[in-house]
């Protein structure tokens, strides 16, 4: 339990410093690119891309004013809620994600995947999506 508490702690730092260091870009800017590239036409409504990024919704409006004033996503308000917006990802996002995509990879491989030889991945990340989804 101690292990894994220290991992919970130290692993998003490691990441997130690899990041910060290779590409100038935070975990968190990392994260909502990510998002949105995986979503139906590359939006998601605010406040769902907080709660994916595990944000609250001012952290995540002010985190999208920055991305948006570099050129990475644009805010449109919601068709179906005149009080929502959508994140939209835009080309130039979607190019920045590629540029940091193989340094996030290659930090992942080096802070977690070099420790995991000989373990069984697909039943690791069973049992791990398995504790995700007990609340």
């Given at each position: 339990m101690r292990a894994?508490?220290?991992l919970m702690l130290v692993l998003p730092r490691q990441l997130?410093?690899?990041?910060?260091?290779?590409?100038?870009?935070t975990a968190s800017e990392y994260s909502v690119l990510r998002h949105l590239s995986e979503s139906p036409c590359?939006?998601?409504?605010?406040?769902?891309?907080?709660?994916a990024c595990d944000m609250s919704l001012s952290g995540m409006?002010?985190?999208a004013a920055k991305l948006e004033s570099q050129g990475h996503l644009k805010r449109i308000k919601?068709?179906?809620?005149a009080r929502g917006w959508n994140a939209v990802l835009t080309p130039r996002g979607?190019?920045?994600?590629r540029e940091a995509w193989p340094a996030h990879l290659a930090s992942v491989r080096r802070h977690i995947f070099a420790h995991l030889e000989g373990l069984d991945l697909r039943k690791l990340a069973a049992a791990l999506e398995a504790i995700a989804s007990d609340t």
């Open positions: 894994l508490g220290r997130n410093a690899d990041l910060e260091r290779e590409q100038r870009m590359g939006m998601m409504r605010m406040s769902e891309l907080a709660q409006t002010r985190l919601c068709e179906d809620d979607l190019e920045r994600l």
